[in-house]
């Protein structure tokens, strides 16, 4: 893996940035010895180049960006293994974008501007998954203009117009040509809206804002989407946050879960889907606590999604079949987070973080836990960098908790069912950097605990089969993993 980044002053108003990555790790990898590559083995490029110019009056901001990526994976001639009809798998992704912004302050003492932003994208991808072919190709165009103003330093007020348009070309069918029907040729939709912002700051405890915006989509017609947010600091050591709002999502079903075809599953998907659209609640609270002469930072967070309609991945009801239907019955999440963060002594930090989740939905009649998603994640970050700043140590145990899989009721034929859950687990990672006058050198591992997801592919040993799943992956598939690497600063003159 190689990056390189660059940022260059050209004058006192223009600067432009440069950024270059690129990553190799196409050797195959076979650990468990199911015949099948544990991880993809991928080859990208990727590129971005900014260009800025910061004016008295006007702002200006436009780039591009570019990737190409190469990623395969299957059945793998390794540790002996070879295949007269293996099953594989192969992406090849190329994506790019541009965009342009652009600002005008008329009264910087009221914060009086407008601003322009468009962007386009182009996003092709060529997949294979067994005799299934998937191709897409999306084109996007977004345009946003915006006015904001501030009439007093009590009440300012943003709005703004917006165009979006997506396209999508799909194709899905068997590599011996027959279209399998289950998506549309041309997928396209404009969605055009308007909106206003309302800020209201008596003082600097407290601060109110309610917005409301509508929008027309060419497919789902008008809808209105209203949100405010509170926050309130009666002091220097604490402050409260609470939002509340309505969002609304376009589904595009087979582009979002395409990794889903890495089955013997026939695809089912439901006529007429809606949009999704959900109600969101959060509230949160930031500390700042002195503690022994230095600060804690002390975080808890609350949020609740209340979906009106979602789209659902039915993988209950049949062991052979993904249904993607519309919500019928509740369907929620909610997850607390709490945060603390303490420099105990010069140079070291510590951090530890615990998040709680609980996400259900309904499928044929039935309140389910969601399928393949850890009921809590924790993590404990360690950082300490020696007094000279020759030398830093950085430490990270995640501990992941347990999930269900996905329950299909076992069919009069004997189809295998996945009714079990899967454990916790933890991963420890670690790194040593060394600092020179202009490079350094790290070395680190990944997963150094070596936990594996055991028997992650369902029915490896027969992929053309009714039965065969590579799909229910919930957790890492390589081992521990070490790395080295050198970063240079080429020096200012």
Wanted: glycine residues 8%.
């Amino acid at each position: 893996e190689a990056n390189a980044d660059a940022s260059v002053k050209l004058s006192d108003k223009w600067s432009t940035m440069l950024f270059a990555h690129y990553e190799n790790e196409t050797k195959a990898h076979d650990s468990d010895g199911d015949g099948f590559a544990d991880i993809p083995q991928v080859e990208q490029y990727n590129l971005f180049n900014r260009w800025a110019y910061m004016g008295e009056h006007y702002v200006f901001q436009a780039g591009i960006k570019f990737i190409n990526e190469e990623r395969a994976s299957g059945q793998v001639s390794h540790g002996g293994h070879t295949y007269a009809d293996p099953y594989r798998i192969d992406m090849n992704t190329d994506r790019y974008e541009a965009f342009i912004k652009q600002a005008y302050i008329f009264n910087k003492e009221h914060n009086t501007n407008i601003a322009l932003i468009t962007s386009g994208t182009i996003h092709n991808m060529d997949a294979v998954y067994g005799r299934k072919l998937y191709n897409v190709d999306q084109q996007n165009a977004y345009a946003s203009l915006l006015f904001e103003t501030e009439f007093t330093s009590q009440h300012s007020l943003s709005t703004g117009l917006s165009l979006n348009y997506d396209r999508y070309d799909q194709e899905y069918r068997l590599v011996n040509d027959v279209n399998l029907g289950l998506t549309p040729e041309l997928d396209k939709e404009t969605v055009s809206g308007v909106y206003a912002q309302y800020t209201y700051m008596p003082s600097d405890k407290l601060t109110v804002m309610a917005g409301l915006r509508g929008d027309y989509s060419s497919l789902y017609g008008f809808f209105v989407t209203p949100r405010a947010n509170v926050r309130y600091a009666p002091n220097e050591y604490i402050n409260f946050r609470a939002s509340a709002g309505k969002g609304y999502r376009t589904n595009h079903i087979l582009a979002e879960n395409c990794y889903m075809l890495a089955s013997s599953r026939k695809v089912v998907i439901a006529d007429d889907l809606d949009q999704e659209q959900a109600w969101n609640y959060g509230l949160s609270i930031a500390s700042y606590i002195p503690l022994f002469g230095k600060t804690l930072n002390l975080n808890a967070e609350y949020y609740y999604t209340d979906f009106q309609n979602q789209l659902v991945v039915d993988m209950e009801s049949d062991a052979h079949t993904i249904a993607f239907t519309n919500l019928d019955g509740r369907s929620y999440s909610q997850v607390f987070q709490i945060e603390a963060t303490y420099p105990f002594f010069e140079g070291f930090n510590l951090t530890a973080a615990w998040r709680m989740t609980d996400v259900k939905q309904t499928i044929n009649g039935k309140l389910y836990e969601k399928a393949l998603t850890g009921k809590y994640k924790g993590l404990l970050t360690a950082s300490y960098k020696t007094p000279l700043g020759k030398w830093q140590f950085d430490g990270t145990l995640q501990l992941n908790g347990g999930g269900r899989m996905p329950t299909p009721e076992t069919l009069a034929d004997g189809t295998l069912s996945w009714n079990e859950r899967y454990k916790g687990f933890e991963q420890l990672s670690f790194q040593v950097t060394r600092f020179f006058r202009n490079w350094s050198v790290y070395i680190g591992g990944e997963n150094l605990t070596n936990f594996k997801q055991k028997n992650a592919i369902i029915g490896a040993d027969d992929p053309w089969g009714d039965n065969f799943d590579a799909s229910m992956i919930w957790g890492p598939m390589h081992g521990a993993k070490g790395y080295i690497g050198v970063r240079y600063n080429l020096p200012r003159n």
